[in-house]
């Protein structure tokens, strides 16, 4: 990671910095997801679900990050103008806008030409038709209330991103009024893309849409009138659960009341289809209290989401090519399966480096602490598990076994506090002691602790082990998240994770770590330290290089000691996912820094930081972390962050995951002073790909 020598750079005046919009720094990313799906070189099914995967991130932009925009421009401090909520808006509706786009004019046609084909009502043939009517009275019907609107019929309750129809009736209801408006909600439970049997396909794969079954039959809802006009709508509500943790008194039942009511939420976007009539789009802005720019007409199916639902149920038994290569991450070699992980780590730490490398051995590091009698306490910071977890499972039998287990859940962690409170209550129940962090303080930090009484001595001794993550403790996204994890038995490393738990349960202060950075605390600080050391040695005229991997990068102070640094003559690359609000190469200001994202078949989430200030090993430092370079990170969340001492692994961590990213050519894109951003090339090198090839697995299709 050396850089040449720099020549002495003499401090010059700096220009203002307008820093980019977070906002439209995210809905960049999604448009770079967006392109995922008009690779010619991902194969189809793939770029079905890119663009599922951009309908599924926008829906949380508008639930989270644009309904906080709305208050902020409501605030009497005006934190955001009503203009940059207008700019945000509009940038939103382009890049729908395009997606609708791509669905209609590269991914239709070209699932067409593979013979896999949506079939509307009017293109169905007499038999098809038959088929989706008998459907329609024995699956539908049954579950569908539709509500006519009249005084004592009031506009229902729309729960966030539930779908429904609109209609407009002719004539008069059964009791000889004319209430014109009726509202059907679509079912959840009900699957939303259904394939037609084979015999009636006409050699295709051949899929109908449960709202197009709705459509056909939806004058049959109202007997003996007629339905002039229809059309489907969606709305999206602000879903940020907001507690007063100040105010409760206990933070699980008060989110457990809140989680009744997160579905509506202050309503900020309606969609509907394009061919929705005026008339009733107004009717609907006016009932969720909505200006005209919050209305989204779309050109196909409201919620893209649901065709994962059509890609999971598409045959490619004679076609593998349109899905990625299985892909199957590996043991790591350096981690013999027969034998004791604590043996081997009392031999020296393992790194791990998924999904590249398999998140089995996490599973089996906690079981064979399940498992084994010397064993005696077991602590773990839970954010995102999901609602079925093998570590979880494995928690509570450590409980009913009765060591000590102490299990910090992060009951805030957006989306998923549902399923932490379950997790939390079936802890409890079987004698686990369960936590809840700090108030006001969401509990990111990824660690896993284990204290075992080694054989030996007058009673033996206790020693700690740790597993310590950049962001994973669910083996399902880890098969597609790209995060590095860390086995150790260090004294240093595993008394500072200790200190972490026992300030997460005790509120008291403790020791300033030993090796861990912690969030709030001197994260924050010793990267502005280390980002002056690379920014003084450039002025000396010293090796001097900056390589930082994160998701994303909006702390202002941090992007000022990068940018410090830049000016000074240090080498600085950053490899920032989503959300970048440094504007990179502005003459003056930031030259030189090269800000480049890569958008591949795994979702790129390891928080790495490369920092070298001299000639020696000793003005080196690596980090891994949880920790994004947001202000939130490192201010309002628990996040640690620690130093890869061991040359071979910290050399391994810059060969495998900084290194084949700055070289990648065809999942690569820079990011212009604009915001802008634009891909390097359309072939070349995938470091992802590489690095699958590089661990024995299969490689993907493409590239």
């Not at 699958?692 to 493409?702: A, K, L, Q, V």
Request: include cysteine; charged fraction near 25%; charge should be neutral.
């Amino acid at each position: 990671m050396n850089a040449p020598l720099p020549t002495e750079v003499t401090a010059a005046p700096v220009a203002p910095l307008t820093l980019l919009n977070r906002e439209q720094a995210i809905l960049e990313f999604n448009r770079r997801v967006l392109r995922q799906a008009e690779r010619a070189d991902v194969p189809l099914l793939e770029r079905l679900r890119y663009l599922c995967i951009v309908s599924s991130n926008l829906d949380e932009f508008f639930e989270v990050r644009f309904a906080d925009m709305l208050d902020a421009a409501r605030e009497p401090e005006r934190l955001v103008s009503h203009a940059e909520v207008e700019r945000v808006g509009r940038a939103a509706h382009a890049l729908i806008d395009e997606q609708y786009a791509v669905f209609n004019e590269r991914i239709m046609p070209a699932l067409q030409l593979e013979r896999i084909v949506i079939v509307n009502h009017a293109e169905r043939d007499e038999a098809q038709r038959q088929w989706v009517a008998r459907y329609f009275e024995r699956e539908v019907r049954p579950l569908l209330i539709p509500v006519g609107l009249d005084p004592a019929h009031p506009f229902p309750q729309v729960a966030n991103k539930s779908l429904h129809f609109i209609a407009r009736l002719s004539g008069k209801d059964a009791f000889g009024r004319a209430s014109r408006i009726a509202i059907v909600k679509v079912p959840r439970v009900l699957p939303r893309v259904i394939k037609l049997p084979r015999e009636l396909s006409g050699g295709k794969q051949a899929f109908v849409l449960l709202t197009s079954v709705i459509r056909a039959h939806l004058e049959d809802l109202f007997g003996g009138r007629k339905v002039e006009s229809f059309a489907q709508f969606r709305v999206t509500r602000d879903s940020d659960l907001e507690v007063d943790e100040e105010e409760i008194a206990n933070l699980r039942h008060a989110l457990r009341s809140g989680l009744t009511t997160r579905h509506f939420g202050r309503a900020v976007r309606l969609e509907v289809v394009s061919t929705c009539p005026v008339e009733l789009s107004d009717f609907l802005l006016e009932q969720f209290d909505l200006p005209a720019a919050a209305l989204y007409r779309v050109n196909g199916p409201v919620n893209l989401v649901r065709l994962n639902e059509l890609i999971d149920q598409t045959d490619v038994t004679d076609s593998p090519e349109l899905r990625f290569t299985p892909h199957e991450p590996v043991w790591p070699a350096t981690l013999p399966r027969t034998k004791s992980i604590f043996d081997q780590l009392r031999k020296g730490d393992v790194l791990l480096h998924h999904p590249f490398e398999a998140f089995d051995p996490v599973v089996s590091f906690l079981r064979e602490a399940v498992e084994d009698p010397d064993v005696l306490a077991i602590k773990q910071t839970i954010y995102r598990t999901g609602s079925q977890s093998v570590l979880m499972d494995l928690l509570i039998e450590a409980a009913r076994r009765g060591k000590e287990v102490l299990a910090v859940v992060e009951l805030k962690a957006r989306f998923d506090e549902e399923a932490n409170i379950n997790w939390a209550e079936r802890l409890e129940a079987v004698g686990a002691q369960v936590v809840y962090g700090i108030v006001g303080y969401k509990t990111h930090a990824k660690l896993l602790m284990v204290t075992r009484r080694e054989p030996g001595g007058s009673g033996g001794k206790l020693r700690r082990y740790a597993h310590l993550s950049t962001g994973n403790y669910n083996p399902k996204t880890a098969r597609f998240y790209t995060d590095l994890g860390y086995l150790t038995c260090d004294r240093d490393l595993t008394a500072d994770a200790d200190m972490v738990f026992r300030q997460l349960a005790s509120l008291g202060k403790v020791r300033t770590p030993r090796k861990m950075l912690l969030a709030p605390f001197n994260m924050h600080s010793r990267m502005l330290e280390h980002l002056a050391q690379v920014e003084a040695a450039a002025r000396k005229g010293k090796p001097a290089r900056l390589v930082v991997k994160i998701n994303a990068l909006t702390d202002a102070e941090l992007i000022d000691g990068i940018l410090r640094a830049a000016r000074a003559g240090a080498k600085v690359d950053l490899i920032v996912r989503g959300a970048c609000m440094l504007p990179p190469d502005l003459p003056g200001v930031s030259d030189g820094v090269v800000v480049r994202s890569i958008v591949g078949r795994f979702l790129e989430h390891s928080r790495i930081c490369y920092f070298r200030w001299g000639d020696t090993d000793a003005e080196e430092a690596l980090y891994l972390s949880s920790a994004d370079w947001m202000s939130r990170n490192m201010f309002r969340r628990i996040e640690v962050a620690w130093p890869v001492n061991d040359p071979a692994l910290r050399q391994r961590v810059i060969d495998e995951a900084l290194q084949p990213y700055l070289h990648d050519t065809l999942d690569a894109w820079q990011l212009g002073p604009d915001g802008h951003s634009t891909r390097i090339s359309d072939h070349g090198i995938s470091a992802q790909q590489a690095l699958m090839r590089h661990f024995g697995t299969s490689p993907t299709h493409f590239g």
